[in-house]
């Protein structure tokens, strides 16, 4: 299943860098004449030749600055580049404008291998980030950076008190397929950073490497996707904080794994809402005090935590903790957080209301801090379902109570294969002075499936989604490579996000592949002119 999602992903963005209008074209640079600048209908490019524009950070700043105003690519060939401050910005490269960069190649290389690598290297002594993008007067979309290897020469420049790439006000960034590695910030800032006025951006098959004072990728605004990455001796993986809100989808953290992490691997905090944190792997992390995989603060709400694994490690504390403040919808299904000495912390003071856990394999959720835990049902119709596939399902608490508190003239039901405890009251109070075993073999989750749906549509044929909710859709057709992706609300409205490729739309409109806006559930069309396979997955967040 990992491998289909990864296969679909990638048939759904790479067109975006091939498409009219993207920023990253695939280019025969045999065909560029010396610091040459093409302009098409398409893109303005530039080649970094080492000539007209020097293959260092002031020849990348030039080349920078001579794209007109809407932006372009900048090619960069296999090479190292010595990257230095520029002026006293606190950053070696500045930019106003929407560009692309595509370079030849990233990874661990030596001998003839270096000449197949785009290497920008942080001359020694220095004490800055490498890129930033900002335009003070306007919003940034499309640019991005692909196939670079970002060298930090930890030791021997000085420790920047700022993030390494730095991202104000952009949206629709693609940054794919580079490497990070060595660098040196303080206070745990980002490798890859997105302000407040960042959203719909894109994180996609890197590597953070070596970077031990460092957070990997750092997000404050909605609609952050990070999937695919490797994180391996950071301080931090990722961290979104105020991503998301009670209308907008705040991201999702897939498929990426983690090795030899210092503190967490995923850390939500803020008012975070709405984010799919779904097969992640982590591996050897927890080198400084308390570890956990995945660390909620703050006041985090419908979070889906699904399909993550810890496969090793000896300082493996907790798989999931809910640590303070208000935790809130929080569905945690089918993790296997068997190395973990606890698999789930809810501490009493993450007042967690709407809680769905499933128990682990040693039947064991730590309930900390001497008080009260209260976990309450959502509201009517609605279900608090502790679960447990083996033979005995524990909850213990070291002291204080546990208090399931349901709607006023609810009920809880705690039932097995051979018995069943139910109250006629509001509330079932169960008291034990070691512990209570559920024993069950009913099953209920509330997972979200990331499954790629597959139909075959004639032309002006139709299908539907299976509901209208809140969430985004990405689809495509075959053959034509028509994709774009859509944002989805309750009520059947459909906004088209991004067009990856082709013809696309959110009204029937004659030759585009329609995702049509205002009918409940949405519908999906297919005017292209002729029978086609329409391939989407659907990621709903409510």
């Not at 039932?415 to 209570?436: E, F, M, R, V, W």
Request: glycine letters at 10%.
């Amino acid at each position: 299943m990992k491998r289909i999602i990864y296969a679909l992903i990638a048939i759904l963005l790479i067109p975006s860098l091939c498409l009219a209008g993207s920023m990253g074209n695939p280019l025969d640079t045999t065909t560029l004449t010396t610091g040459d600048l093409i302009t098409s209908a398409i893109n303005n490019i530039l080649y970094i030749d080492g000539v007209t524009y020097a293959q260092t950070s002031a020849g990348i700043q030039a080349a920078v600055d001579a794209l007109p105003l809407t932006g372009g690519t900048i090619v960069l060939p296999a090479a190292e580049y010595e990257m230095s401050e520029s002026g006293a910005t606190g950053y070696c490269v500045n930019i106003n404008k929407a560009v692309y960069f595509k370079g030849a190649g990233a990874g661990f290389s030596s001998g003839d291998n270096k000449t197949k690598i785009t290497r920008l290297k942080l001359k020694a002594g220095e004490d800055c980030g490498m890129f930033k993008f900002q335009d003070s007067t306007n919003h940034i979309y499309f640019s991005g950076i692909e196939q670079i290897e970002f060298e930090g020469n930890k030791d021997s420049v000085s420790t920047f008190a700022g993030d390494f790439i730095y991202f104000d006000d952009v949206s629709d960034a693609i940054i794919r397929d580079n490497m990070f590695r060595n660098i040196d910030i303080a206070g745990n800032e980002g490798i890859i950073y997105f302000d407040e006025e960042s959203w719909g951006n894109w994180v996609l098959y890197n590597d953070f490497e070596d970077s031990g004072s460092a957070t990997g990728v750092l997000s404050k605004r909605k609609r952050t996707w990070v999937i695919g990455n490797h994180f391996r001796a950071v301080d931090l993986g990722i961290r979104f904080t105020g991503v998301g809100s009670s209308t907008q989808a705040g991201g999702w953290i897939m498929h990426n794994d983690f090795e030899e992490v210092n503190t967490k691997a995923i850390h939500l905090s803020g008012t975070t809402a709405y984010v799919k944190i779904d097969s992640n792997y982590a591996m050897d992390c927890g080198g400084s005090g308390t570890y956990s995989m995945i660390y909620l603060t703050a006041t985090v709400n419908h979070i889906d935590i699904t399909n993550n694994t810890i496969v090793s490690g000896a300082s493996q504390d907790y798989g999931v903790e809910l640590a303070s403040a208000d935790n809130n919808y929080i569905n945690m299904i089918n993790n296997d957080f068997s190395v973990a000495s606890t698999p789930y912390q809810i501490n009493a003071s993450a007042n967690a209301n709407g809680v769905i856990v499933d128990i682990p394999a040693d039947g064991k959720i730590a309930f900390r801090e001497n008080t009260a835990l209260q976990i309450n049902s959502a509201g009517d119709d609605k279900n608090i379902s502790i679960e447990h596939n083996d033979t005995d399902g524990v909850i213990t608490t070291s002291s204080g109570d546990i208090v399931l508190t349901p709607e006023t003239g609810s009920n809880v039901t705690v039932s097995g294969s051979t018995s069943a405890i139910t109250s006629s009251n509001a509330a079932l109070t169960i008291t034990a002075a070691t512990s209570i075993t559920l024993e069950t073999t009913d099953i209920i989750t509330d997972s979200v499936s990331t499954r790629p749906v597959s139909i075959v549509l004639a032309d002006d044929a139709t299908t539907t989604l299976p509901t209208s909710t809140t969430g985004i859709l990405n689809i495509f057709a075959e053959g034509d490579n028509d994709a774009g992706i859509f944002f989805i609300q309750d009520d059947g409205t459909s906004t088209l996000s991004l067009t990856l490729a082709g013809s696309v739309a959110s009204t029937d409109s004659d030759g585009d592949l329609c995702v049509i806006t205002g009918a409940d559930p949405v519908v999906i069309k297919n005017r292209l002119g002729s029978e086609k396979t329409i391939v989407y997955i659907y990621a709903p967040y409510k």
